[in-house]
């Protein structure tokens, strides 16, 4: 019964589970950071990188960033992975702009303006309104291919997969 659960258990005081809370928060918050810097600075350098492999894992790290950031509640949370993110999109669209000839850096600005104005336009009609819960699947299913495609990218940029191909023959 509901009394014998609570049978020869000693209760917890709140203030001590609301203590507990806040140093969990802080950790949390340090561990965010600390990844957000560390995740932040590998982006500059696939972003300066040459090529096409370290563009291809800096847009995929990029996407699993902010698909990471649907399910974190706090807003320093967030921000800890959504800044280092945009900032690396920024930079990779700053670098691909600057290496581009005339007409790539016009392409280019074109379809940055194009995304931004789909951005906006869905910031301004999304809030208010409930979102699907296939949408939120769609999100979750797109965050694990991103994250699996992540294995073949990096093992592509480290060249392990031509290595691997050669060891056979």
Known sequence: ????????????????????????????????????VVLGAGLVVLALAPGWPAHVVAIDAILLMLL??????????????????????????????????????????????LATGLILAAGRSLPGRKMLPHWGRAGDILQTVAAVALIPAALWLTDLLHVARTVRG
């Open 1 to 36: 019964t509901a009394d014998e659960l609570q049978e020869d258990l000693d209760p917890i005081p709140g203030q001590h589970v609301l203590e507990q809370t806040r140093w969990a928060d802080r950790y949390m918050t340090a561990l965010h950071c600390g990844v957000g």
């Open 68 to 113: 990471q950031s649907r399910v974190l509640v706090a807003a320093r949370h967030r921000l800890a992975t959504i800044v280092p993110a945009i900032g690396g999109a920024a930079l990779l669209a700053a670098v691909a702009g600057l290496r581009a000839p005339d007409r790539g850096w016009l392409l280019l600005m074109a379809s940055l303006l």
